[in-house]
């Protein structure tokens, strides 16, 4: 897989691990350290974290997206419950049922929404018919939004807030699928606070797989009394480290010297010189605005083969003729790769 | 934690990644790869199990051993069956109900037997009066051994093909535990091969993390239609790594050139220096045949102070006043370690 | 409640007991009998289905509709598997997440339609994007149908063999929801079969509370291979009656002479009464053909109130203002009850 | 099976429904009642548990057993939690795992006791090293015990008081699983309230099958705090019945005048009578004192055979060739049935 000529706008998990990252797992690895979390490096990494949210909070480690997900949502949601979320989200889509499984057989309600985003009233209007009290039925216990989200796009703050008020006046916990959060933040200029628990966020996944680690999200709680019984949960799930350190080291690197915002910035950059080099070229159809790291875009099913002879790796999303491609930038992404496909695309 | 005064006997999971795992990480780490397995790295992987075991089979790597006991465990139990293991096995204690969680609510059915370890007899009067058949009974599915067990003993193959063959005759699966199983093999001086699927085990878990490795375990599928689902509960369990490629480079280089084994072997020979050494000192009780990594033994609570100020790591096991001390040895106990130790409980 | 004045238009399950089968559980009431199933009038039942249905079959009592619907589905559909039903469904909208305990986590994957009824396009549409095989995604495994539907209208032969047609040739197990199995049978004229088994479906819940019977349903298995399993699930669900007798001399009743179809048609006549009554009044919207016993009207808050202060017992769907009405007739709605109601109605 | 021949011995719920309780249902069986609870009915049995046990509470009517046994569990279990029980006890044999099922997988920690009872103190030294608060470790939640036990054994009520205690200093919820509570109070002469909330039960399965009920039992809520939810669990369980009210109309007459005392103390003397006869006969052993309607009696296979060709229903434990034989009462076993049994054991 190695291949010198393969370049990778498949995805951004499909991505090396940077090299700060994997020199603070060889830092950490001299010596002992007590397993499962009671070491110094993952106390050090929550107070990382701490300082970089400005507030009180507890972060645990876990080594992937859908186990940051459906273990924070597992803390906001009775069995007998339910989890709006929009159709296209990932909880919903691409975790194998997870989500039930993590909250022992709790509904997901879908929500539609331009752009892969959930709103405000759309949310309002669901709650208003969702029998909240009534035996018969799944009683809503939470919001989970996606920043960024399956689409490519952004949610503003003000719009997480309004989601995060109503949610809060019919008794919800707001999840946050930060899969690729960096890449929000960095896109949006905003402090990580302003998106997440200034906006009404309870219990926060924060991404770092997808733009430069390992393997490792942290599942981050802002209602501290949220957490009590998380820890028993994630050991349930068979989640918890007994090397715990090797990820929690990861993490603190990640957020040292504002490391995470520097890599989706240059992934987010490669998107937009991606996205504005398609559309220089005139004849493509962008199915969203380029607001992050993913270009979503129709191509011809002859340009998709000559692509993919040239080792380009990608998805092609849906039946192959109708052409939808879906481009991921990373962290390791390259001016030259991006021109390089440019100028595949466009010869 | 990283503190040269700090010696480890708590636990083989305390211990660092040896340079071997850790250079196999780095050298994954160049170009893009597919994730979810889809990469050529854990293709040579499954190979590599394959060459070794000398049989078709199916190996996934998960990062935890608790994830490798129970995906394995959820493949053989249907939520209404239960899984016979013995009292003090990791899978009844140490799991905080993972288990029953990926079985969907299965029952551990508990088998007492000296030094950790089950019986054919046991299990065959134990299954005699199950209420195989009727409705108000759960229904006996898979017997579940640890090689090595808790106590740090060894099954011999003979013992393992004994209750193998009660449990065919009952109809039950058989799932083996083996986190340690480096350790084991090592020690018996057989070929893995026969202490598992020659010995009539069907899924097992494979252990890395305790014995020099990151995080990481492969569960093996000796029949592989068994395997069919597996990857469908791997997923919704959360534990299938989008770069997973770093597992598999981790378990690819774990096997070469027997690596695995000779990590095991010095652990072995480690403990059993510290074993020796204990009862050359004559007044130590030994509450179990030292056949793998592990020791316990009765110390004075004096003693224990005494090791604890010097900075051992250790764990005392029930009441303090007790003095029941295990000691584990890893791939990077040292001979010095083990004297020092000796020297401090002596004096 | 037994208020001379109260006429029921609420719920077929708001009514009582018919004579007949109240008289079937006295006479059951003489003399002991093994529990649990181990009766004569357990056997006979079972044969009386087989009987009714001209097919080998296995024939379960229950009591609560949720519990034959959740316990049929839970033997179709793994855990990480996804049960195709319209959004309408029992199960998706009023079942409190039974199915999704039931099936330990499964997900209902929602299907729309005119006049609450799911179209095998519509199914086989869904199923060419459900990402079969794909790790990712969960797994299609059944499809459930409701028979008479929520919306009061039916399945003809032919459509419900379409649907199950596509379903065969996806793997997917074939269920149907049939609380009011016996009001379609009445209404279409046809035999019992040419509905359920001999139209493709697996397993059918066959309703008896809903049209006479104190509290009983029975879960038929076609394939009594998939039967396997049942009565251990039945068990774990807490749904075996120690006095199963009870429930099994309803059902011999119920099916005797054929009183079910009696009951049901006399409950669909009044119905059709009643929407032909309201249709002549001339001013009221029908929300679907009533083609059974249910008719959805719209009727002005005025009138609503009018009725209510009457002392007649209906449900208003959705916000009051809307003015949508449900009325269900039933086995012992008489022509004076309608005449009644629709002279409030009209005046 | 109605067989004049046959005498049960078997179990008291091969018994028949008691005329009482028949003629409850058939008045209920007048005019109709909006489903599920919602009726007259259900609010005054309600009203006439209040008054009995003299305490504000909430009562749920339910059809088995199990039922109140595990939802009652459920709501005092988190699924990372532990339920202490006796090895003998029926939510561990008998119930097919239904405990794990309702409870999402927590897991039954068993004690033993002579007698079929539970030891405060037993229970204080399993609760010591339950490793309360490690993650590694199921987490102690809830004790449950049976009055009367499966030995036929009764628990005084200050040995309730004990064992709550330590409940209590540990965190844990008292569960009852009073299927046959009726003959305890009987036999005890206590007031109902001194072996429940007076001696520290928070949630009490409360029979009526095995005591002339056809099919209903009551979950009964001390703290109400606790029955919150308990609403939306016996919805998702399947077990809320539309027509509740017919489970209401027994429970209400069940407890009208006393009669569920009387028919209970009538089963005990019936018990005592056997017992006392078998004890007479000189030279059968009694396994347990009898004190309440079970008696457990060791007879040689030639009298097991001649009572079951003499049409004597009861059953065997264990291997047959032991001649264990179990012996239940029930509120309408008459002087003559164990005059003719106690003949044919001495003849």
Redesign the interface.
């Known amino acids: ?4 000529m ?3 706008f ?2 951004d ?5 940077c090299p700060e990252l ?1 020199q603070a ?2 830092t ?9 979390g009671n ?3 993952t106390r050090r990494m929550e107070q990382s974290f701490t300082d970089l949210f400005g507030c009180d909070l507890k972060a645990y480690p ?6 940051a997900n ?2 924070g949502l597992s803390m906001m949601t ?5 989890v709006y979320c929009h159709e296209l989200s990932h909880i919903q ?6 989500p ?3 909250t ?5 309600a ?1 929500l539609e929404g331009g752009n892969g985003k959930i709103t405000a009233p759309d949310l309002e209007a669901a709650l208003a ?1 969702s029998g909240r009290g009534v ?5 809503p216990a939470a919001i989970s939004l996606t920043q960024v989200t399956e689409c490519g796009t952004l949610y503003e703050p003000d719009e997480i807030s309004a989601i995060s008020e109503v949610a809060r006046r019919h008794g919800l916990g707001v999840h946050m699928d930060g899969a690729r959060l960096a890449n929000s933040v960095a896109a949006l200029g905003c402090s990580v606070a302003d998106i997440t628990w200034k906006a009404g966020v309870d219990v926060l996944s924060f991404g770092g ?2 733009n430069g680690a ?2 490792v999200e942290a599942v981050i709680f802002f209602d501290q009394a949220k957490a009590a ?1 998380f ?13 715990l ?2 990820l929690s080291a990861q993490l603190e690197a990640y957020l040292k010297n504002d490391l995470w915002l520097g890599l989706a910035a240059h992934a987010n950059a490669m998107a937009q010189r991606l996205s504005e080099g398609l559309q220089a070229q005139g004849n493509h159809h962008l199915h969203y605005p380029t607001q992050a790291n993913i270009v979503f875009v129709t191509l011809s099913v002859p340009v998709i083969e000559k692509l993919e002879r040239a080792g380009f ?1 990608f998805y092609v999303m ?1 039946p192959r003729e109708e052409g939808q491609v879906r481009l991921v930038t990373s962290w390791n992404t390259t001016e030259e790769e991006v021109n390089l496909f440019l100028s595949h695309v466009g010869s």
Chains 1, 2, 3, 4 share one sequence.
């Open positions: 897989m190695k291949d010198a393969r370049i990778n498949a995805s998990n499909a991505a090396p691990v994997m797992i060889q950490e690895n001299t010596g002992p350290a007590l397993g499962y070491d110094d490096t876990v080594a992937t997206g859908t186990a459906v273990l009775p069995p007998y419950g339910s889509l691409d975790e194998c049922g997870a039930e499984f993590f022992d057989g709790a509904k997901l879908l018919v035996v018969h039925h799944v009683q797989t997808k390992m393997s019984e820890e028993f949960r994630r050991k349930r799930g068979a989640h918890l480290f007994s090397k350190r090797y790796l849906g």
